[in-house]
């Protein structure tokens, strides 16, 4: 028998099944819907899930107080740096739910067409930075638990701008 360790076996089913992720990851989404939807392999993998996202469920919000939904890509990109991870997030939950023209844009066939999934162009790092900002002035306000880590997980998010970087920068520093 290959000697397989408790944390190969955890990061293996942590990577398995997107759908099921998705699933797990909404909030209505009890432990009986899992005995009910899965079984054996499945469960395990569910309940492992469930768990990380019962991590990130501590955190909100800090312009509107809800949840963001929490993105398995996200969790891949960032799965060692929850401060990060809860960033991302908050910069996706900003465009998602407080700025709804670019979702019509984004739902738009022929616009959506030339943008690739996951793929930024210049409207959306533009938007993005003006997400991390009005996030990281509404972190040091309302000052959540660890607000001090998650605006230093904002530094390890892609195409930072100059204004953002100056932000930070003195949020840090403060
Ligand atoms: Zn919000």
Request: aromatic share 12%; hydrophobic share 35%.
């Amino acid at each position: 028998m290959s000697r397989i360790t408790e944390e190969d076996r955890i990061e293996e089913i942590r990577f398995k099944n997107r759908e099921i992720w998705e699933m797990i990851a909404r909030p209505d989404f009890g432990d009986d819907d899992i005995a009910n939807v899965l079984n054996g392999r499945q469960k395990e993998q569910a309940n492992v899930m469930k768990q990380s996202v019962a991590e990130l469920n501590k955190y909100r919000c800090p312009l509107c107080g809800y949840e963001p939904e929490w993105s398995y890509y996200l969790y891949k990109v960032f799965k060692n740096d929850i401060y990060s991870q809860v960033a991302a997030n908050l910069v996706t939950h900003y465009r998602h739910v407080h700025i709804k023209y670019y979702d019509r844009a984004w739902q738009s066939k022929a616009y959506r067409k030339k943008i690739p999934m996951y793929d930024y162009d210049g409207q959306k790092e533009l938007v993005n930075n003006r997400a991390k900002r009005q996030m990281i002035r509404a972190l040091v306000k309302k000052k959540p638990e660890n607000w001090r880590e998650i605006i230093r997980g904002f530094r390890n998010l892609k195409y930072n701008d100059a204004k953002t970087q100056e932000l930070l920068q003195s949020m840090i520093l403060k």
